[in-house]
């Protein structure tokens, strides 16, 4: 057994402790994940399982048909301030013969640039989201497109990803006795992926540089995987663990600019942990009206990408603080849902109305682009439709209990 362990330990450290050309994971975010603080690895269910806990295939028992989401990212309290500053400057502005020019209207807007920098992106999830989990078995076909802006100084560096997913996940039924249940699962992720990505400085469009050659755009076809852990104890009380991206790589097969396609990309491995309590109304008021009965108060703790503690000295890594994740959610008459939550030491609120198949919700959170807290704080606006349907219960041979 001490053999086992070892070897284990072994053959995990590299991936633990190797440096590694990086690239953004594949992910699927919900919006109501965001407005809770992230994803919470004990706390899911349903279609984004096969995303954030394999494991909780045990208990998935939904469909999805489609989903529309968008997440505005950057100084949005800002800009608004910029604009109904810009429009009242102008509005207020003397006529310029006879004024003394001094009411800049455009002041406004060249303070968004706080110490020189600015941070802004977009999300778009969907309108490809079909998948279907049942009872330890998932598997579906996703679209994501992401940017990334960042204007520091006079540079420009922005990049954007086009993510086509293909999840396929199984949960396995370890332990089911009268009060505890413990789950384990994995996830295959085969993808493509094509990305654009430039690096410009405003003294390269004075001095005449063709710009078009410093975008790269490779096409990338490639696989991940997950492994999950969650164990349950009457369903309130439950406990996760994730290895993400045990083993994610993409090959480039080709580029705009005709490079040869040698080059690979890998998603770092991350280790995530994390617990949940759900408070059911039902549980001291065993009378309560019908309409309460379905009430709730559900709060999480998550520490994710635990191994990158062992390189937090690091200034290329981030302080392990940012990875901490706390969220509280609300739910009340079987449709509405109030969250909140903390992430990267910024906070979060979001609302979810439910009712049945047809699902929206919005959420407000924040976003460190640093590796300190508040180094470069920026915030973020997600607004989500989707459409998802309960699936049949399912009794898999592999989804049976192997202790009962």
């Known amino acids: 057994m001490k053999k086992s362990i070892l070897l284990f330990l072994a053959c995990l450290s590299p991936a633990l402790f190797a440096e590694e050309i990086r690239m953004p994971s594949l992910a699927f975010p919900s919006t109501a994940g965001n407005g809770l603080g992230g994803p919470h690895v004990a706390y899911t269910d349903g279609i984004y399982s096969l995303f954030v806990n394999p494991a909780a295939l045990q208990w998935s028992n939904q469909g999805s048909i489609l989903e529309l989401s968008t ?36 002041s406004s807007l060249l303070d968004i640039i706080d110490g020189g920098k600015l941070p802004l992106g977009v999300d778009l999830r969907g309108p490809l989201s079909v998948g279907y989990t049942a009872n330890g078995l998932g598997f579906g076909l996703f679209s994501r497109v992401f940017a990334d802006v960042r ?60 710009v078009m050659s410093n975008i790269a755009v490779p096409l990338m076809f490639g696989v991940g995987s997950d492994l999950g852990l969650m164990y349950r104890f009457k369903r309130d009380l439950t406990a996760g663990l994730t ?20 080059n690979t990309y890998r998603v770092p491995l991350s280790v995530n942990l994390g617990a949940a309590y759900t408070f059911r109304l039902t549980n001291v008021w065993k009378t309560a009206p019908r309409v309460l009965q379905s009430a709730y108060a559900a709060a999480m703790i998550d520490w ?57 919700n919005i959420a407000m959170y924040g976003k460190e682009l640093g590796n300190e807290p508040g180094i470069n704080s920026t915030m973020a606006v997600d607004l989500s439709i989707a459409f998802r349907l309960d699936t049949k219960k399912r009794t898999w041979p592999w989804s049976k209990p192997f202790i009962k």
Do not use: C
């Open 304 to 360: 994710s990408r635990m191994n990158n503690i062992f390189s937090w000295n690091d200034r290329i890594h981030r302080n392990p603080i940012l990875d901490l994740g706390f969220g509280l959610e609300f739910g009340f008459f079987n449709f509405l849902k109030l969250r909140a939550g903390l992430h990267d030491m910024l906070p979060s609120i979001g609302l979810g109305l439910e009712p049945k198949v047809f699902k929206f």
């Open 151 to 210: 204007i520091i100084g006079i540079d420009v560096d922005a990049a954007a990803y086009v993510d086509l997913m293909m999840p396929f996940g199984m949960s396995f039924n370890v332990l089911k006795l009268e009060d505890h249940e413990l789950a384990a699962g994995f996830v295959l992720k085969p993808f493509v992926r094509a990305t654009g990505s430039i690096d410009v400085s405003a003294l390269d469009l004075v001095d005449d540089i063709d």
């Open 71 to 106: 997440a505005l990212i950057g100084p949005l309290d800002k800009f608004m301030k910029a604009g109904t500053d810009t429009f009242g400057a102008v509005g207020n502005m003397q006529d310029s013969f006879g004024g003394d020019g001094s009411d800049n209207p455009f």
């Open 243 to 262: 290895i993400g991206d045990v083993y994610t790589s993409g090959a480039k097969v080709s580029d705009i600019n005709g490079t040869s396609p040698n």
